[in-house]
């Protein structure tokens, strides 16, 4: 079993930058597959960004260019850079790993608005 626990959501205006960080639980966090998806209110969770156990990534059509996702296997952490915030961006952030099994964090809430 792996815990996840997410930070760094807020409220932000337009065009600002918030940095969200998942914390995982466990010694194999190196091994894992690392995500981020987001769900706004009425639609279906999607895909935000993913990293590879050896650090490819890969970015959902709306995040690519202003979102950058990163690890840090010595502090068992993968974190979100968003720039460039939209409105549209505001939903509730989930931090996924992957090794087989999938696991879920409870979700943290961006907020972009003015």
């Known amino acids: 079993q792996v815990q996840l626990v997410e930070s760094g959501g807020g409220l932000v205006q337009p065009g600002g930058s918030l940095r969200l960080s998942c914390a995982a639980s466990?010694?194999?966090?190196?091994?894992?597959?690392m995500g981020w998806y987001r769900q706004a209110p009425g639609k279906e969770r999607e895909l935000v960004a993913v990293?590879?156990?050896?650090?490819?990534?890969n970015y959902g059509d709306a995040v690519k260019g202003r979102f950058t996702i990163s690890r840090d296997n010595a502090k068992n952490t993968v974190y979100l850079q968003m720039n460039s915030l939209k409105p549209e961006d505001t939903a509730v952030y989930y931090c996924?790993?992957?090794?087989?099994?999938?696991?879920w964090g409870q979700g943290t809430q961006v907020t972009v608005s003015s």
């Open positions: 466990g010694s194999m966090f190196r091994f894992y597959g």
């Open positions: 990293i590879t156990r050896d650090g490819s990534t």
């Open positions: 996924n790993a992957q090794n087989g099994p999938a696991y």
